[in-house]
């Protein structure tokens, strides 16, 4: 709570939103009596539940997707509480909440049971986009039952021949005399689509509709509920068959289904906002969802690495290398050096990724409250570039410090009855959910660096510069902001080196090793969020007298700085080799060559 709450208000500030009428209500004391309430949830109704929901999975029987009877207390818990809808505007039954705050509410219950915090997240998501491009009869008939827990609300886009590449979905929609559409097609993959319990399941679909374009420019945006809703609120079934549920390696209680639709030809869909825009309609939900992914593997990083630390204070093995008297008790392991790199790597790793994803949220909600044009162009295209790296570093890294904290556990670590054995197998999903670290990586080099002739990488420069500016005031931190700048400049000429093969037109040579330029792109990013947070730790500890935890939280900000930047920073030289090495493409070698 210390760590997510310098975050907020030293690091980012969070609270100087509310100068602003539209948050207003949120201070800081209205921010933190927040925090507190969703820790409380997460204390009571989370956490207890995170083995049990796993160990009970989730099963298919007789059209139904059987699951824990927590999920559905839970979902009306967080719709009582006005959590579901938390960031919706007040008209509309929300709270109006910054998406800043409501995202360090999300990690709070995230870290606490990283599988039944979907439900709710994808309901409310599923609710923005029909507030956001719904007709007012959609909202006043969706909305309320989703904010308040009863239906669950998702995103259906993937099917089984399409997989990530949505401009080849083939669900279809056919215009019928009453102005509703019959839908026809198949969907997979599609978490908390269906599962005991729940009244009603609200899918916002793509499809095509008869002799739309073909590829993305052709698809729509649907709500297909599992039953159709009359005037007098009374359900009706659509249509919409569970055809399975997905046996997963994690997130074992989070339904993940296979749906049919039209088997019957009694399927019905609503349009939502443009017809043949559903693709950029649904990207906001995309978007917000990439973001929610990097939240849930810093939630699960967050989670892995305190067990980890409690687990180090806790277990005697071994003796120190400069102790070897069998006559004393065993050292703890936290005192063995590499247990301490371990851990050291996992705070890095979470608090980092923690900082950049509150940097997004906050570009979000300055994004809201902005009336000048030229500023909001601004943020959005520096919100555009983060947002890949937001989803895939805390997915990735978040991966590799879940796994060192199983290696602090040794054997037991492997074993069921402690945490990191569920942590890992459940993070491992978050490199593959809106769309797979290739995908995020070819999208930061294809399309957000060279968006608007690169002016968001000028923009995120300027953003660097500021804090490398700060840092220089302080003689601890000037070495790190001198290097920083030097990263920043090898950033720069490897991407002026991959944009020049593009333009030369090399395209495949260009994206083939993105994935490699997304880890060279995040490192830097990272030791920006860490020199920011060292800053902001410096600037407390020479204007304050801390004390006790307090002390120890600020050095220790600066002490991963340190850490950041000798062991994880240097990786950059390697990157940069490879990526400025065009002497042979192995990555793209014909199937041939390689396939024997």
Partial sequence: MDNLRFLMYEVHDTTSLATNPQYAEYTRETSDMMLDAAKQLADSMLFPYFEEVDRYGSKYKDGTIQVHPIINKFMKAAGEGGWIGAAA????????????????VNFLMGAANNSMIGYTGLTGGAAKLIYSFGTKEQQEKYIPKMFSGDWQGTMALTEPQAGSSLSDLTTSAKLMDDGSYRIKGQKIFISSGDYS???NVVHLMLARIEGAPAGSKGISLFIVPKHRVSDDGSLTPNDVTTAGAFSKMGQCGYATSHLIMGEKDDCHGWLVGTENRGLRHMFQMMNGARISVG???????????YASLQYANERPQGRRITNRDLNKPQSLIIEHADVRRMLMLQKAIMEGSLSLLMECTMLHDRLQISDNEEEKEDLDLLLELLTPIAKTYPSEDGARAVSNGLQIFGGYGFCKDFPLEQLYRDIRICPLYEG???I????LLGRKVTASNGKALMLLAAQIQK??????NYDELKPYAK???????????????????AMQGDTEGFLADANLY??????????????KQANAAKRALLTENPQGDRLKMLEGKILSLKFYYKYELPKTLAWSATLKDNAEQLTIAKEEEVLC
Wanted: charged share 10%; proline share 3%.
């Fill in 436 to 438: 797979t670290t290739g």
């Fill in 440 to 443: 995020q990586s070819m999208d």
């Fill in 89 to 104: 505007p007040t008209e509309l039954g929300g709270m109006q909440m910054p998406s800043s705050l409501f995202n360090a």
């Fill in 467 to 472: 804090e490398v500016q700060e840092a220089m």
């Fill in 483 to 501: 290097r920083l700048m030097q990263e920043g400049q090898n950033l720069q000429e490897v991407t002026q080196h991959l944009v020049g093969m």
């Fill in 295 to 305: 939240l849930t593997g810093a939630s699960i990083a967050s989670a892995a690495y």
């Fill in 518 to 531: 997304m880890e060279l792109f995040s490192t830097n990013i990272m030791a920006w969020q860490w020199l």
């Fill in 197 to 199: 319990g729940v009244e």
